[in-house]
């Protein structure tokens, strides 16, 4: 590819001799599951984030589980879900035995459209889960207020938006509970699966480390629900010296973001920068008619792409029996049609942004010739 859609190498080659020692000392002492490495890096992540406490699991999905499952949602309840998220958000939820029910997404954010939370609620409902989608703060104070005046918990979904601020707050630390993942494309990514819980409330945080670790309180004894959902210390390691990088990633591409916006042709609908926060564009979302044929124009210069998502929830083959149909989010199913990922990395050059808008005019001119 000559613009790869995301450069993991460019990352690991800025950490990968800092953390060999490290890694080699994680290898001869054997300490490979919740050792010293997993409890640092969950003590600074929790202060960059702001929250009193986190917890270090094994990928974004556990962490948005486990959270729900530590508010004591289950069978016969309902949460509040986006309809145009990642089927994590979703499947955490079902897992659980509750219903995700389905909110539509505002067009000109990409998050859940705020003003339709309250019509979704019943005497069911036991929590609203807003996703940060793109590393694009919700707005959280109606998410917030609506929340408060039913008595319903907010567990943010922040696996997109690794130091994504919402009025001076980092996000995952506004809800009850907020729930991050580590995948390695993540803009704070280990070297393999990996998630962590953040929370102020000590009960939560108290009985997420028990269920991560077989529901044990003490040694052999369980108490609380028997998963495995425990972080590895090689991820501790590698995320410990990532996390000192992430402002600094966050910011370039925040840069390029910039560019793109600045350069991308008229016809093609660049994504907005909010005014109540910052965000840390995991995702460089654009839409565009004639998205299919864009991709493959892109695609024959060799610029990478990807469409996030192509089928909102509510059409998943997995969701079938909860009764939706195609027509109940049109603004989701239109917009799902017309997006496009394009390449986002914070080391990606500033020349390669000019280069895929100018391959984006190319192709728009040859699709509308005047
Ligand atoms: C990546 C992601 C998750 C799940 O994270 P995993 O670590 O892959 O389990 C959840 N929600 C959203 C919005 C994500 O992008």
């Not at 953040?198 to 040694?219: F, I, L, S, Y």
């Amino acid at each position: 590819m000559a613009i790869p859609f995301v450069d993991l190498q460019a990352q690991q080659a800025q950490v990968v001799d800092e953390i060999l020692p490290e890694i080699e000392s994680v290898l001869r002492q054997g300490n490979f599951i919740l050792g010293d490495p997993v409890s640092q890096f969950e003590a600074e992540f929790a202060e960059y984030i702001g929250s009193d406490y986190a917890v270090g699991l094994d990928s974004g999905l556990s962490a948005l589980k486990l959270a729900l499952a530590a508010l004591g949602i289950g069978p016969g309840d309902e949460v509040i879900v986006p309809v145009n998220t990642f089927i994590a958000t979703a499947a955490a939820v079902s897992f659980l035995g509750a219903r995700p029910v389905f909110v539509e997404m505002d067009e000109d954010t990409n998050n859940i459209d705020v003003t339709r939370i309250e019509a979704a609620i019943n005497e069911r409902t036991k929590a609203i889960m807003p996703v940060h989608l793109y590393g694009s703060p919700v707005d959280m104070d109606p998410v917030m207020a609506v929340a408060n005046r039913y008595n319903l918990y907010v567990v943010e979904d922040a696996a997109q938006a690794h130091g994504a601020m919402y009025k001076g707050k980092r996000v995952g630390s506004i809800g009850h509970a907020g729930a991050f993942s580590f995948y390695p494309a993540k803009n704070l990514g280990a070297a393999g699966d990996a998630g962590a819980l953040v929370t102020n409330d000590p009960d939560v945080a108290e009985r997420v480390k028990g269920m991560r670790n077989v529901g044990q309180v003490e040694r052999y004894i369980h108490s609380l629900p028997p998963y495995n959902h425990r972080m590895d210390t090689l991820h501790a390691v590698v995320l410990t010296a990532k996390l000192k990088r992430l402002d600094g990633w966050n910011a370039s591409r925040d840069h390029l973001a910039g560019l793109y916006i600045e350069n991308l042709p008229q016809s093609i609908i660049a994504p907005q920068r909010i005014d109540y926060g910052t965000q840390v564009w995991h995702l460089f979302v654009v839409r565009a008619e004639r998205r299919d044929d864009l991709r493959a124009a892109l695609q024959t210069e060799g610029i990478g792409t990807g469409i996030h998502y192509p089928v909102p929830l509510h059409l998943q083959p997995y969701y079938a029996d909860l009764g939706y149909q195609r027509g109940d989010f049109p603004v989701a199913e239109m917009v799902a049609d017309e997006i496009v990922s394009l390449p986002m990395y914070a080391e990606m050059a500033e020349s390669d942004v000019r280069l895929v808008c100018e391959r984006l005019s190319e192709f728009v001119l040859t699709a509308n010739p005047t």
